[in-house]
């Protein structure tokens, strides 16, 4: 996906020499296309307003990975589909290429975690056998809503077709991670139980540093 984006930046600036009108779609005209980069792929579809200043877009994105994230003596693997839709006002302040754009994702955001540690481990402030333990999974998961900012430029690569990228930051505060459980022999005894929700706060307090996730997308559209 990276190669994708570098590519379409050095089109870009290939392009820098264009003229406003080259840099745009038509005041007043839609344009369909799609959009990817870090927050996923899928279609997109944008409407610029009569006097070329203002824009409004639409999309929705889709992308699933798998990150390792380690908490104390415990290596847990998540998979992890993000699925939202955005919806945003785009600026056009010198009635060109650049844009700054302003709006929110609605987002579907999940994700699955698991650990399967192989010697004794601690969990909360107790040590448990492998068979004690089991396979510890857990859910995460973000807010319903997050706002968004990023800059960017398109530019016309060919008739009716635009390129564009956009940078900036989705706000979508820290993942909530829950639904901590284990299928080892302490399943359901009430002291294991404890301290696994221990485990799950010490989880949550590695991951609530990460409240602002990346965001850069590449954008082709076609002007109808």
């Keep these: 996906?990276?190669?994708?984006?570098?590519?379409?930046?050095?089109?870009?600036?290939?392009?820098?020499?264009?003229t406003a009108a080259e840099a745009q779609s038509l005041p007043g005209s839609v344009s369909l296309g799609v959009t990817g980069g870090t927050e996923g792929v899928g279609p997109e579809v944008s409407y610029d307003l009569p006097g070329g200043v203002v824009g409004v877009?639409?999309?929705?994105?889709?992308?699933?990975?798998?990150?390792?994230?380690r908490s104390g003596n415990l290596a847990y693997h998540?998979?992890?589909?993000?699925?939202?839709?955005?919806?945003?006002?785009d600026l056009h302040p010198f009635r060109g290429g650049f844009f700054v754009?302003?709006?929110?994702?609605?987002?579907?955001?999940?994700?699955?975690?698991?650990?399967?540690?192989?010697q004794n481990t601690q969990i909360g402030r107790i040590s448990f056998t492998p068979a004690q333990i089991g396979?510890?999974?857990?859910?995460?998961?973000?807010?319903?809503?997050?706002?968004?900012?990023?800059?960017?430029?398109?530019?016309?690569?060919a008739?009716?077709?635009?390129?564009g990228l956009e940078a900036g930051a989705l706000f979508q505060?820290?993942?909530?991670?829950?639904?901590?459980?284990?299928?080892?022999?302490?399943?359901?005894?009430?002291?294991?139980?404890?301290?696994?929700?221990?485990?799950?706060?010490?989880?949550?307090?590695?991951?609530d540093d990460y409240k602002v996730y990346p965001v850069l997308q590449l954008?082709?559209?076609y002007r109808l």
């Design 101 to 118: 754009s302003a709006g929110g994702r609605i987002d579907g955001n999940r994700g699955l975690i698991t650990a399967t540690p192989t």
């Design 57 to 69: 877009r639409a999309n929705a994105t889709f992308l699933g990975f798998g990150h390792s994230v």
């Design 219 to 221: 954008r082709l559209g």
């Design 159 to 163: 008739p009716r077709l635009r390129l």
């Design 78 to 89: 998540g998979d992890f589909t993000l699925a939202s839709g955005g919806l945003f006002a």
């Design 135 to 157: 396979t510890i999974t857990g859910h995460a998961d973000t807010k319903a809503f997050a706002p968004q900012l990023t800059l960017g430029y398109a530019a016309s690569v």
């Design 1 to 18: 996906m990276n190669g994708y984006v570098a590519a379409g930046a050095l089109v870009l600036m290939t392009m820098g020499g264009g």
């Design 173 to 207: 505060g820290a993942v909530r991670v829950r639904d901590f459980r284990s299928n080892g022999a302490l399943a359901g005894d009430a002291t294991y139980t404890a301290q696994l929700e221990q485990e799950r706060l010490r989880v949550q307090d590695r991951v």
